[in-house]
């Protein structure tokens, strides 16, 4: 296992929910992370509650010169880059018979293509270190929600792209990864204007007996799962579902 102190890791969207845990569990082990998001206030609260181990960087996944400027700014604050986790995405909803295409293209836009102009932009970066790359997928591959078909294609591309990117990268020594979260509480429905606070605690209370451990996860949890694609030498190409058994379909049937 490679040493987690002294990495540069760039977290996109990591002003809050599982992007801010990762952020804060790997510069708690002494990484030195970056964290990206548009909302700047967002950023600079959860890099200021990190410490000198966090920078905060404002900008937008789907911006090409802020792309750059998130790169460029893990580089200077760690030194070089070790490891791209990209976990910034929206959960995007539409009923099958209703799909617009501009919230079709929105999707792909934020949760997919980002993420591979940014990847492709960190290859150079990520070869210097034997680095590493980790997606956030979704338990949406494994479990059928109805309504979230253009969330769910998403989050099936970036572990697509996983497998494809890990064979293709492996002879630069560049990991690939790929986690598919259960549900964790965070704003990502909030944001999405789909649920009030309330119904999305009721929604949570609901989706925890789904999972065979019958809780849903914390951020902690997932960061735990990112640490270990970053470190592990010899594994890549994976999807890992840290997910308290949700994908298993658990049925008293
Ligand atoms: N929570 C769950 O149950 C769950 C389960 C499975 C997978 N996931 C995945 O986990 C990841 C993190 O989600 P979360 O649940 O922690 O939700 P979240 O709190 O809403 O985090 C998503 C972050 O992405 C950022 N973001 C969105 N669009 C962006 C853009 N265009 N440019 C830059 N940043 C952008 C948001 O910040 P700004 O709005 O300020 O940009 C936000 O901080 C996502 O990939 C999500 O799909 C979540």
Redesign the pocket.
């Known amino acids: 296992m490679r040493e987690l102190k002294d990495m540069s890791v760039l977290v996109?969207?990591g002003?809050?929910?599982?992007?801010a845990g990762i952020a804060r569990y790997l510069a708690g082990r002494g990484a030195r992370v970056t964290i990206?998001?548009?909302?700047q206030e967002?950023i600079q609260a959860v890099a200021n509650s990190i410490g000198p181990a966090c920078l905060g960087i404002a900008?937008?996944?789907?911006v090409d010169a802020d792309r750059h400027r998130m790169l460029e700014a893990a580089i200077a604050h760690g030194g070089k880059l070790d490891a791209l986790v990209n976990?910034?995405?929206?959960m995007y909803r539409q009923a099958v018979g209703e799909y617009t295409e501009a919230l079709l293209k929105e999707a792909f836009d934020?949760n997919v293509i980002?993420a591979m102009m940014l990847s492709s932009i960190a290859v150079p970066h990520l070869e210097k270190t034997q680095g590493s790359i980790v997606f956030?997928g979704?338990?949406h591959t494994r479990r059928a929600f109805p309504g979230a078909s253009p969330y769910a294609t998403t989050?099936a591309a970036v572990e697509g792209l996983t497998r494809v990117m890990a064979a293709e990268l492996g002879r630069k020594l560049i990991r690939v990864g790929c986690i598919l979260?259960?549900?964790?509480s965070?704003?990502?429905n909030l944001?999405a204007g789909l649920f009030t606070a309330p119904q999305a605690t009721e929604r949570y209370a609901a989706v925890a007996p789904l999972h065979a451990l019958g809780r849903i996860g914390t951020e902690t949890e997932i960061a735990e799962a990112v640490e270990y694609l970053i470190r592990a030498e010899w594994v890549t190409g994976v999807a890992l579902e840290v997910d308290g058994g949700i994908a298993l379909g658990v049925s008293q049937f």
């Open positions: 996109t969207g002003g809050s929910g599982i992007g990206s998001g548009r909302r967002k900008g937008d996944v789907t976990n910034a995405a929206n934020t980002s956030i979704s338990t989050k979260p259960g549900a964790v965070t704003e990502l944001r």
